[in-house]
């Protein structure tokens, strides 16, 4: 990309079938360089770009103006990169029925959801419920860390806060959970319980998760995702 360049978008690994795999990358993220480069090797990341926020003279910052435009001028952009870049724009339509199609097709392969925004709005950091809205496919929220069991270099589960209020612990992480979440964990002092009695180590940093919900008797809840 040209100096001078900004975008908002995602790097993601798929798997021998096609399928984006988020559990692919968080691990790829957790690896030391020399096992990093073997992996790129075999499974190359692709970065999917999802808005411009500046680009190079004489557009510049590209933020007050509408979507339409920023799409516009980011498809101009990377058009211009070899055909073999790793770099690619994110699929977009304005026709209802084909976006309903990717929804209703795509997430076998790994697609989480859409993000339905406004073309004339403009791109605003963070969670803006007037200009975009994002619509999972899965019954997934998000939840703040409240704490940790295990280690804060090894932690086992999550202690989470969620919508309604209520402290859960979370289901055993994954190892390449464990390891993206790992080096944000501030501890504090002491021990706190969750309403079903689990104790846990609270944090004193903000960590934002993604999680599905359980229906025990514990509200047992899954992460998924670090946000």
């Known amino acids: 990309l ?3 360049t900004v975008l908002d978008g995602e790097a993601v690994i798929t798997t021998e079938d096609g399928r984006i795999s988020f559990e692919a990358a968080q691990a790829r993220a957790a690896s030391a360089p020399v096992r990093a480069r073997r992996l790129a090797s075999q499974r190359p990341a692709h970065y999917i770009a999802f808005d411009a926020l500046q680009l190079p003279s004489p557009n510049g910052d590209m933020r007050a103006r509408p979507y339409s435009e920023r799409r516009a001028a980011l498809l101009s952009l990377l058009a211009e990169l070899p055909a073999n870049t790793p770099i690619q724009a994110v699929s977009a339509t304005t026709d209802r029925d084909t976006a309903l199609t990717w929804y209703n097709t795509l997430h076998h392969q790994g697609i989480e959801g859409i993000v339905a925004k406004r073309t004339t709005s403009p791109y ?3 969670r803006n419920g007037t200009s975009w809205l994002k619509i999972r496919h899965a019954d997934t929220i998000e939840a703040t860390v409240a704490g940790f069991t295990g280690t804060a270099r090894q932690p086992r589960a999550l202690a989470v806060r969620l919508p309604d209020g209520r402290i859960a612990l979370s289901q055993r992480l994954t190892t390449a959970l464990a390891a993206a979440i ?5 501890p504090q002092p002491g021990r706190a319980y969750t309403q079903g009695g689990d104790a846990y180590t609270p944090v004193s940093r903000e960590i934002v998760v993604e999680v599905v919900a359980g229906t025990t008797r ?5 992460v998924v995702r670090l946000r």
């Open 218 to 222: 514990h509200a047992v809840v899954t």
């Open 182 to 186: 790992a080096p944000r964990l501030v």
């Open 124 to 126: 605003r950091a963070g």
């Open 2 to 4: 040209p100096a001078g």
